[in-house]
């Protein structure tokens, strides 16, 4: 493997460490919230976990896919999906060894894939930072 080859795999690998990170961190801090507020899961709308979990995700996926975007010019949208894919593989590995189980779904995945493109693309059109 050539130089460029094994930056764009260190550039991919953590854009999606980072959008699998904050997905990871904002959970984690709500449910630690939630707790010490002594708010049961249960009592909370299904709906708004949903609308919660998919933002959180797309929120992920667009950063992910901005910072990979601005180091990698060419084949962005593929480089944005590739993020994405890898951000839901460790979230999956993360969850099944330190949880038990995964509630993931494809919603997971079109979020992280949806935010990591418009990421990545936004990256292309604006140079900003």
Known sequence: MDKSSDQAINDIVAGASLAFGIVLLVQEGLGLYYAWVGVELETISG??????FAILHLIGGFLG???????????????????????YIIEFIYNLIFVGSFGGNIYAVLSLVIG??????????????
């Open 47 to 52: 709906g708004f976990l949903f609308a919660l």
């Open 65 to 87: 896919g901005y910072l990979v975007g601005r180091k990698r010019k060419e084949n962005i949208i593929r480089v944005g999906i590739i993020t994405a894919i890898l951000a």
């Open 116 to 129: 990591s493109i418009f990421g990545a693309l936004f990256a292309s059109r604006y140079d900003i930072l």
